[in-house]
C-alpha cells in the first residue's frame, strides 16, 4: 500500500475569526501552522491568504508570495496555494497570486458550485469584524463560479507557470468536466483530485456518496489519477478515515473543519494532523514525507 499524503489546509476562506480564535490570520500565523502541521506529519498545505488586521480573506498575490517564502525558508513541506480564493473574488483576483507564488501545486475548481456557508451568520451573536456576517450572508445569493473557460485559463496559466492544478471536485460531474480537458488534450494523466466533500451545495460528507466519487473516478480516470479526501464540517475525521481505508490521501485543516471532536475546537491544524496521522497508523499505513509526496504526485 503506497505511504499517504496528508494535506494540511491550515485557513481557508470560510471561516471567520469569531468562530475560533486558533483561525490563523496574519503571514506569520499561517507560517507557524504550516510549519508546525509540517512536523506533525502534513506533506502538504494548501494555502489561503487574509487581511493581517481582519481576517477578511483576500486574492493579494504580495501577501500570498510573503507566506509562501515564509514557508519555503522554513520547511520543506509541498505548498499548494488556492486559486478559489473566496466567495465573491474575480478571476482575477483569485489568480493572481499563480505567477507570484510559482508554487508546486494549486487548486483548480473543476466546476461552478453553490457554496454556501450562509447558516454560519445564525452562529455569531458579536462577530469581532463588520465584514463577516456579509461575507457569509453573500454566499447565499452569489455561485462559485468555474466554467469551461475558467477551468481551462487556470489550467493554461498554472502550466506557464510549472504549477500543477488539484482539481477540487465537489460533485461527481466535476469529475467528466476533468475528462472533458484530458480529452481535448489540454490535460495529460495521470491528473491529481481532491474529492471535498461536506460543502453546501456539493456532495453531501457520507461514505456512499465518497464511495460514489471513488468508483466514477476510477471509470473515468481508469489508475490514471491520485486522490485525496476532504470533508467540510462535523464529519471530517470519519469520512478522511474512510478515504484512508479506501486507499486515499487525505486533507484536513481549520479551512474545512474548527473542531477536534464534537464541541471542541482544535487549537491548531498540527492537532488535527496528528489525530488523521495516528488513525492511519493505528491502520497499518505510513505517511508519506514531502519528498515521497513528490514522487506520488509529480512522479519524480
Ligand atoms: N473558499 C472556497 C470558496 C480552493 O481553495 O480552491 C474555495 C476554496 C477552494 O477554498
Ligand atoms: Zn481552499
Known amino acids: 500500500m503506497h505511504k499517504r499524503i496528508i494535506t494540511a489546509a491550515v485557513t481557508g476562506a470560510v471561516h471567520i475569526p469569531s468562530m475560533s480564535e486558533y483561525l490563523p490570520i496574519t503571514p506569520e500565523q499561517i507560517i507557524n501552522e ?32 510573503k507566506i509562501v517564502d515564509g514557508i ?23 489568480l493572481a497570486a499563480v505567477p507570484v507564488c510559482r508554487a508546486e501545486l494549486a487548486s483548480c475548481n473543476s466546476g461552478s458550485v453553490n457554496f454556501c456557508f450562509s447558516p ?46 488539484e482539481f477540487e471536485v465537489y460533485e461527481v460531474g466535476m469529475l467528466n468536466n476533468i475528462a472533458y480537458f484530458v480529452k481535448t488534450g489540454l490535460l495529460k494523466l495521470p491528473v491529481y483530485i481532491q474529492f471535498v466533500l461536506g ?24 489508475g490514471q489519477y491520485v486522490w485525496s479526501c476532504a470533508a467540510a464540517g462535523k464529519d471530517q475525521f470519519e469520512i478522511t478515515t474512510a478515504a484512508l481505508l479506501l486507499g486515499g490521501n487525505v486533507r484536513i485543516g481549520l479551512e474545512d473543519n474548527l473542531f477536534i471532536e464534537k464541541g471542541k475546537l482544535a487549537k491548531s491544524n498540527a492537532e ?26 509529480f512522479g519524480k
Open 120 to 165: 454560519i451568520a445564525d452562529k455569531i451573536a458579536s462577530p469581532k469584524f463588520q465584514w463577516e456576517i456579509p461575507f457569509v450572508k453573500n454566499t447565499y445569493k452569489v455561485p462559485f463560479a468555474n466554467t469551461f473557460q475558467g477551468i481551462e485559463d487556470y489550467i493554461r496559466l498554472m502550466e506557464q507557470y510549472g504549477t500543477k492544478p
Open 199 to 222: 460543502v453546501l451545495g456539493g456532495l453531501p460528507a457520507t461514505f456512499d456518496n465518497l464511495l460514489f466519487l471513488h468508483n466514477t473516478a476510477q471509470k473515468t480516470f481508469g
Open 34 to 65: 504550516v510549519v508546525e502541521a509540517n512536523k506533525a506529519g502534513a506533506a502538504v498545505v494548501h494555502v489561503h491568504a487574509r487581511n493581517p488586521k481582519t481576517g477578511e480573506p483576500t486574492g493579494d498575490p504580495t501577501l500570498m508570495k
Open 72 to 94: 519555503r525558508e522554513r520547511c520543506d513541506v509541498v505548498i499548494g496555494i488556492t486559486t478559489g480564493g473566496a466567495i465573491g473574488m474575480t478571476s482575477e483576483e483569485r
Open 272 to 297: 488535527q494532523v496528528k489525530k488523521i496521522r495516528d488513525i492511519a497508523e493505528l491502520l497499518g499505513l505510513e505517511i508519506a514525507t514531502p519528498k515521497e509526496a513528490r514522487d506520488i504526485l
